[in-house]
T-cell receptor, first 116, second 118 residues
Framework: DVKVTQSSRYLVKRTGEKVFLECVQD?????MFWYRQDPGLGLRLIYF???????EKGDIPEGYSVSREKKERFSLILESASTNQTSMYLC???????????????FGPGTRLTVL | AQKITQTQPGMFVQEKEAVTLDCTYD???????LFWYKQPSSGEMIFLIY??????QNATEGRYSLNFQKARKSANLVISASQLGDSAMYFC???????????????FGQGTILTVHP
């Protein structure tokens, strides 16, 4: 079974702190994604990575950065946390493919971050 | 740009009855795929069903079926014989295949909370 793990289920940080959210997948997937989930807005893509050290901005990258030094690990960094970054953060991974198929994303359990 | 719209913030259904969750999408690409995910209160996203834009048959997976109407750009999820364990948030999502390797980026709708009553 594909397993995507996230370092914390719940996290409480203070405004201005640097926050690291870690994600690890064990299926040798090329692609990894970070989303945030807010009520009424669904999931919004923050950043994604299609290879080691490669990254691309998603729809809402402001205030975030990412790091992918190893294929299995994708980190989301909040350089200076703010209260409007209080949210649920979901990591996902998938294979790259040329095929038009159901290469679904596999998700981790999520990290609920509260910034005070 | 792609857009997914789920207009039902919440839906209620009686146990053992069928329920339809609405999803409409907007894209100018001809080749795309549509996904439905379930998110129980535990938070993890569970893949349910997939429909490709060129698939001629509507997708089915057990009690889940996808009512795909391409001309109307809708991809509604039908859950038959609802169970208490179906109570969850449901998300519709889309991926476009704009040539070349797809990184598999998904665009999600706002979600619908389904509550199944005994």
């Amino acid at each position: 079974d594909v397993k995507v793990t996230q370092s914390s289920r719940y996290l409480v940080k203070r405004t201005g702190e640097k926050v690291f959210l870690e994600c690890v997948q064990d299926m040798d997937h090329e692609n990894m994604f970070w989303y945030r989930q807010d009520p009424g807005l669904g999931l919004r893509l923050i950043y994604f990575s299609y290879d080691v050290k490669m990254k691309e901005k998603g729809d809402i990258p402001e205030g975030y950065s990412v790091s992918r030094e190893k294929k299995e690990r994708f980190s989301l960094i909040l350089e200076s946390a703010s209260t409007n970054q209080t949210s649920m953060y979901l990591c996902a991974s998938s294979f790259s493919t040329w095929a038009r198929g159901a290469t679904m994303q596999f998700f981790g359990p999520g990290t609920r971050l509260t910034v005070l | 740009a792609q857009k997914i719209t789920q207009t039902q913030p919440g839906m209620f259904v009686q146990e053992k009855e069928a329920v339809t969750l609405d999803c409409t999408y907007d894209t100018s690409d001809q080749s795309y795929g549509l996904f439905w995910y379930k998110q129980p209160s535990s938070g993890e996203m569970i893949f349910l069903i997939y429909q490709g834009s060129y698939d001629e048959q509507n997708a089915t997976e057990g009690r889940y079926s996808l009512n795909f109407q391409k001309a109307r750009k809708s991809a509604n999820l039908v859950i038959s014989a609802s169970q208490l364990g179906d109570s969850a948030m449901y998300f519709c999502a889309m991926r476009v295949f704009a040539g070349g390797t797809s990184y598999g980026k998904l665009t999600f709708g706002q979600g619908t909370i389904l509550t199944v009553h005994p």
